[in-house]
C-alpha cells in the first residue's frame, strides 16, 4: 500500500530565504508525482508535474526533483514570498494500487509561512 | 478554456437529507475524479469516473453515496441521508487521460447540521 509522508508539517521562515520542502512515498513504481498549493479554504492549484522518467521539473522560482529509486522528491522555492504562503502538498499516482490506477495518493501537506 | 467547475461552493444540510454535489470537468477531458478532505486530514480518493462508466469506486463508503458521469452533463456525487461525518471539503478532479496530470476544482464545502 502506498504512503505518502511530507515533512516537515509546517515551516515559517522569512521573506527571501530559500527553502526545500520533502516529500516521501513507500512504492517506487508511480507514474508521476504532482505538487501542489492550497490557500486556506481554496482548492488545489498545481505547481508541477514530474513524470517517472524525469528528474526534476521547473516552473520560475519553483523547482521539483524526483529520486525514484529512494521514493522521494523535493520542492525547492527560491526567494520566498509572503504570497507564497499556504499548504503545499504532494501527490503520487501510483502503477500497482487502485483498480485502474487512477487515483492520487496525497501526503498530508506542510503549511508554510513566510513572514514579511 | 474554463478550468474545472464545481457547485454548490458550499452546502448545507441537516442529518437524514440528501446532498449532490456537480462537477464539470475541463473541455475534453473525460476522466473525472472524486476526493474528500476532512478537517485536519489530507485528501482521500473516493472514486474516478469515465463517461457512463466508474472505473474505481474503492475509496467510496460502500453505503449511503454514489456516484455518476452521464454521456451529457456534469458528473454527480450525491450523498444519501448525511450524518455530521459527512461534514468536509469535495473535491472533483478532471484529466485528459489517465495518466495525465489532473486539475481540481474549488470543492464543495459540506456542512452537515
Known amino acids: 500500500k502506498q504512503e505518502v509522508t511530507q515533512i516537515p508539517a509546517a515551516l515559517s521562515v522569512p521573506e527571501g530565504e530559500n527553502l526545500v520542502l520533502n516529500c516521501s512515498f513507500t512504492?517506487?513504481?508511480?507514474?508521476?508525482l504532482q505538487w501542489f498549493r492550497q490557500d486556506p479554504g481554496k482548492g488545489l492549484t498545481s505547481l508541477l508535474l514530474?513524470?517517472?522518467?524525469?528528474r526534476e521539473q521547473t516552473s520560475g522560482r519553483l523547482n521539483a526533483s524526483l529520486d525514484k529509486s529512494s521514493g522521494r522528491s523535493t520542492l525547492y522555492i527560491a526567494a520566498s514570498q509572503p504570497g507564497d504562503s499556504a499548504t503545499y502538498l504532494c501527490a503520487v499516482k501510483g502503477v500497482n494500487y487502485g483498480g485502474s490506477q487512477g487515483n492520487l495518493i496525497f501526503g498530508k501537506g506542510t503549511k508554510l509561512s513566510v513572514k514579511p | 478554456n474554463a478550468g474545472v467547475m464545481q457547485n454548490p461552493r458550499h452546502l448545507v444540510r441537516r442529518r437524514g437529507q440528501e446532498a449532490r454535489l456537480r462537477c464539470s470537468p475541463m473541455k475534453g477531458h473525460s476522466h473525472v475524479y472524486w476526493y474528500r478532505q476532512l478537517p485536519e486530514e489530507g485528501l482521500k480518493f473516493m472514486v474516478y469516473l469515465q463517461k457512463e462508466n466508474i472505473i474505481d469506486e474503492s475509496g467510496m463508503p460502500k453505503e449511503r453515496f454514489s456516484a455518476e458521469f452521464p454521456k451529457e452533463g456534469p458528473s454527480i456525487l450525491r450523498i444519501q441521508q448525511v450524518v455530521r461525518g459527512d461534514s468536509a471539503a469535495y473535491f472533483c478532479a478532471s484529466s485528459p487521460v489517465r495518466t495525465y496530470e489532473q486539475f481540481f476544482g474549488p470543492g464543495t464545502r459540506l456542512t452537515v447540521l
Open positions: 512504492d517506487s513504481a508511480i507514474y508521476n
Open positions: 514530474i513524470q517517472s522518467s524525469q
